[in-house]
């Protein structure tokens, strides 16, 4: 699971914004002005068929800093993504 949606910085963060796109999921903002600190991303790569699924999910940062549901209150009633 992805631990930015327990970040303060999640709606400003430029890594985030990224994972959105590859997700393509809304973006929380349009325009991130955070970049954060040696963000590390696990590339999950599957194969279906004919079709191959990958997904990134931020699994340490040295920017993170812990607001739990942070992610859930911006998008109050979404499913928080996993």
């Excluded at 327990?6 to 929380?28: F, I, S």
């Excluded at 340490?60 to 928080?80: Q, T």
Aim: glycine share 4%; proline share 6%; hydrophobic share 40%.
């Amino acid at each position: 699971m992805c631990i930015c949606v327990n970040c303060l910085y999640v709606d400003r963060c430029t890594t985030y914004h990224a994972v959105e796109a590859q997700h393509q999921q809304l973006h929380l903002t349009d325009l991130p002005d955070f970049e954060p600190i040696e963000p590390t991303i696990n590339v999950n790569i599957r194969s279906h068929a004919d079709e191959i699924e990958m997904e990134w999910d931020v699994v340490g940062c040295n920017s993170f800093v812990a607001e739990m549901g942070k992610w859930a209150r911006l998008r109050p009633g979404e499913l928080v993504p996993t």
